[in-house]
């Protein structure tokens, strides 16, 4: 870990511990986290920055409890199984929370590329892309009229419909890693298409990530079509 992912690691732990302090007194917070009460104060406060092995611990234990707590609360599913997650993917902050949990908490190689599919995708993939230092890029349904060369990916649903995305080929260079990220997963059909734009592009896949599950169809399409790690943080 170099200074620059160490202070930003230090930084994210500051800012699950301000977020759990929220609605805790430095007391039940200090029984939450196991830690001392002054130092919690010293940390909300700003005054000191937990050391590196505090601060993973925090991140990656207890901020994805916290996190997938937050996160589950702010889900809204309606009468025929439809999740609304909006007031997730429009609040970054939250994100930037959520990325160094990922990149953490998760068995998750560093990726050169985080690869998702427009529009709901975008705001995390660009969390987790400036967290890690490396790029985003974002797979469409309709190819940009001024890109020449594109990779295709397609799939017939169940429905009949055919579903296909496009991703400029200058997005992935051949070898390079990729981290298939999407806000939510479900049957895995746009999980499996991101994982055929990787492995044409010749790129190596780090894992694949999606904010919330439903159900476990599309976590087990995605496992059946790669050998990385796949995971969400939460499932409903």
Request: charged share 30%.
């Amino acid at each position: 870990m170099n200074r620059a992912e160490k202070a930003t690691l230090q930084l994210r732990a500051v800012d699950v511990l301000r977020m759990l302090k929220e609605t805790r007194t430095y007391d039940e917070l200090a029984e939450t986290t196991a830690l001392p009460a002054g130092d919690l104060n010293r940390y909300v406060n700003g005054h000191v920055l937990p050391g590196a092995d505090r601060a993973r611990e925090v991140v990656e234990d207890l901020g994805r409890e916290a996190l997938a707590e937050e996160l589950e609360s702010r889900i809204r599913v309606d009468e025929e199984g439809y999740v609304d997650n909006s007031a997730t993917v429009f609040d970054q902050p939250f994100l930037d929370l959520v990325a160094p949990v990922v990149a953490n908490g998760f068995d998750f190689d560093r990726p050169d590329v985080v690869l998702t599919a427009a529009t709901d995708g975008i705001t995390l993939a660009a969390s987790l892309a400036s967290y890690y230092g490396t790029r985003c890029a974002y797979a469409k349904k309709r190819k940009e009229t001024a890109v020449e060369e594109f990779i295709e990916a397609r799939e017939r649903l169940q429905s009949g419909i055919e579903l296909t995305y496009y991703l400029p080929r200058s997005a992935i260079d051949a070898g390079e890693s990729v981290l298939v990220v999407d806000d939510l997963i479900r049957s895995g059909e746009t999980q499996e298409l991101l994982l055929d734009i990787a492995d044409t592009a010749d790129a190596d896949v780090a894992g694949v990530f999606a904010l919330i599950a439903a159900g476990e169809d599309g976590i087990e399409r995605a496992r059946n079509h790669t050998d990385a790690p796949v995971g969400a943080l939460t499932t409903v």
